[in-house]
């Protein structure tokens, strides 16, 4: 019979696994890092892909703020993350989208760009974006939407997430022809693209194994 782990085991960090407090402290850097992507990224009043470009054209198409539209389009995407990677990884995924939903309310009062330029701020938010989900990832937790679908197709299939989110966070993005001018949607796919390189080149299953 295997040992039954309690708080003092979840407390410890091993080669393989986290503890509590670094899990902790990952997910709360990776809605820091990607709150602070969104800010830059709002206002260049550029897109991006996954949740959170969907949560953008909500918020410009509508007016509903973007943290309110953020954390709604996110709810069905819980069901699978819960029967495909674990309660351990929903939980986790759900505290890491309802603190960035938050911040992006709170935060604006505190850090105000007067002036981002688009290309700029693109490739600033993207970098910043994909740090914070990068940092989500190694603690197994994610953004939600496409990063929940993007991990389960790694762990399935071996296909690299970074890759998988960029090809979805493209065809969410050709819908802003509908509501951005040719440059914006230029520099929004520029964004996109910084953001899942991050991914793509840092976040590999055979060589990041912690849970």
């Not at 850097?29 to 709002?42: F, K, P, Q």
């Not at 703020?65 to 995407?77: D, E, M, T």
């Not at 679908?149 to 979805?168: C, S």
Request: proline letters at 2%; glycine letters at 12%.
């Amino acid at each position: 019979m295997g040992v039954k782990p309690n708080f003092k085991t979840y407390m410890q960090s091993t080669s393989d696994r986290h503890s509590l407090l670094e899990d902790a402290q990952g997910i709360v850097a990776g809605g820091m890092l990607a709150t602070l992507g969104v800010l830059l990224l709002g206002k260049a009043g550029l897109l991006t892909g996954g949740a959170a470009g969907l949560a953008f054209l909500a918020h410009y198409v509508t007016g509903v703020s973007f943290g309110v539209a953020f954390f709604a389009i996110n709810l069905p995407f819980y069901y699978l993350a819960f029967r495909r990677l674990g309660l351990a990884f929903t939980v986790k995924t759900f505290t890491a989208i309802a603190l960035t939903s938050a911040l992006t309310e709170v935060v604006p009062r505190f850090i105000v760009f007067s002036d981002v330029n688009p290309l700029v701020g693109a490739l600033f938010g993207g970098l910043v974006i994909g740090s914070g989900m990068l940092a989500l990832f190694r603690h197994r937790a994610s953004l939600g939407g496409v990063g929940i679908l993007a991990l389960y197709l790694q762990d399935r299939f071996g296909w690299r997430a970074g890759f998988v989110q960029l090809g979805i966070d493209l065809c969410i993005l050709s819908a802003s022809f509908f509501i951005a001018s040719p440059f914006i949607i230029v520099c929004s796919v520029a964004g996109a693209v910084t953001l899942n390189m991050v991914l793509a080149i840092n976040h590999r299953s055979d060589r990041y194994i912690a849970m």
